[in-house]
């Protein structure tokens, strides 16, 4: 079975590959760094999670799961830095060993979204986490087969939401992708570069956060959350 979903997700990555240019071929850090100040200071032990064919410029140390395309499109790139293979959930590095842990665009895909948040937590200090938005999937119609989580950051908390079977299929048309990635000019081309705070999830987090992952059965997880509700005024009152 996992060579059987393997085969279909680099079948959809490669149809991706042949019709459309990726949004983050505009450097990833030429963005991010209009909304966080990463604060990276020279001698600091920097790790990127999932580097991909992204790797974060200030990145000490690399790490990716599959040598080969297979939650991502572009081919591996390390410029010539370390690269471990290692699973997000299962990190080979000490406990607090890094100064700062940068995953960008992976943790939607992952298996278990607080195992995953737990192994980051334990071998950094401080660190960002950056994923897609439901809204971004949706209009790029590309989650199916790919994505398993919608996220949304409130304060210091991530919160993970299944996705359903509809929600995969976003718009179900190419149409806001082939205008996005297309070579004819379009304002909303400017629109969606100037507004990535928008179509992504962007969380910085010092020392410690919390995670709430919510299950399609109506069941919930929780890490470093407390699952006491507010009370909510009656209407009558």
Not at 54 to 62: E, V
Not at 146 to 165: K, M, N, P
Request: net charge neutral; charged share 20%; aromatic share 12%.
């Amino acid at each position: 079975m996992p060579g059987m979903i393997r085969s279909i997700v680099q079948n959809q990555l490669g149809r991706f590959r042949r019709t459309m240019r990726h949004p983050d071929e505009v450097s990833r850090l030429e963005y991010q760094s209009r909304y966080i100040d990463f604060r990276i200071q020279p001698g600091m032990r920097v790790l990127d999670i999932g580097s991909g064919g992204h790797p974060f410029p200030y990145a000490t140390i690399l790490v990716e799961r599959f040598i080969e395309p297979v939650f991502r499109y572009e081919a591996l790139v390390t410029n010539n830095k370390p690269l471990v293979l290692a699973d997000i959930h299962h990190l080979p590095f000490p406990t607090k060993s890094f100064d700062f842990v940068y995953s960008s665009h992976v943790l939607q895909n992952n298996e278990d979204p607080i195992q995953a948040s737990l192994e980051i937590m334990r071998v950094g200090k401080r660190g960002y986490i950056e994923t897609p938005t439901l809204g971004k999937d949706a209009l790029f119609a590309w989650a199916r087969n790919i994505q398993r989580w919608h996220v949304v950051g409130i304060g210091s908390r991530l919160c993970f939401f299944e996705y359903t079977d509809r929600q995969l299929d976003g718009i179900n048309s190419s149409a806001w992708r082939d205008l996005i990635h297309g070579n004819k000019p379009h304002a909303l081309q400017e629109a969606f570069r100037n507004n990535q705070d928008i179509f992504n999830v962007m969380f910085p987090w010092e020392e410690t956060f919390s995670v709430v992952v919510f299950y399609l059965d109506g069941s919930m997880r929780t890490l470093n959350a407390s699952p006491e509700a507010t009370p909510v005024p009656s209407l009558s009152s």
